[in-house]
C-alpha cells in the first residue's frame, strides 16, 4: 500500500505564499509523477500542476506563472509553491502520485488526505 501525506497548508494573506508538501511512503517501486489538486467548497475538484519523474512539469492557467512545482525524488515527495495568493486560491489541496509498487509495472493512482489552505482577503 502507498500513503501520500501532505504539509503546509494554513491561513495566509491575500497577495502572500505559500509552500506545500507531499511526501510518499509505503510499498513503492517506482514513481512516475506527482500533482496536486485542489477542491475549494462547493466545487469539483480541479486540476493545479504536475511534474513527472523526468522533471516535466504543467500547470493549470490559473496558477500558471506564480507557481512552481518540484519533485525529490530521492525523499519521494513533492512540493508546490505558490505566491500572490488569491481568496480564490482557497481550497483543500489534494496531493497525487502515480506509483508502481512491483517490477510489474502495474501503475495506479494514490491520493493524499488534503491540506487546506485559506487564503483571508
Known amino acids: 500500500q502507498v500513503q501520500l501525506q501532505e504539509s503546509g497548508g494554513g491561513l495566509v494573506q491575500a497577495g502572500g505564499s505559500l509552500r506545500l508538501s507531499c511526501v510518499a511512503s509505503?510499498?513503492?517501486?517506482?514513481?512516475?509523477?506527482m500533482g496536486w489538486y485542489r477542491q475549494a467548497p462547493g466545487k469539483e475538484r480541479e486540476f493545479v500542476a504536475f511534474?513527472?519523474?523526468?522533471?516535466?512539469?504543467n500547470y493549470a492557467s490559473r496558477v500558471q506563472g506564480r507557481s512552481s512545482i518540484s519533485m525529490d525524488m530521492s525523499k519521494k515527495s513533492v512540493y508546490l509553491e505558490m505566491a500572490s495568493l488569491k481568496p480564490d486560491d482557497t481550497a483543500v489541496y489534494f496531493c497525487?502520485?502515480?506509483?508502481?509498487?512491483?517490477?510489474?509495472?502495474?501503475?495506479?493512482?494514490?491520493w493524499g488526505q488534503g491540506t487546506q489552505v485559506t487564503v483571508s482577503s
Open positions: 497525487n502520485a502515480f506509483v508502481a509498487t512491483d517490477a510489474a509495472d502495474t501503475y495506479k493512482w494514490y
Open positions: 509505503g510499498s513503492i517501486f517506482s514513481i512516475r509523477s
Open positions: 511534474v513527472t519523474a523526468d522533471g516535466g512539469t
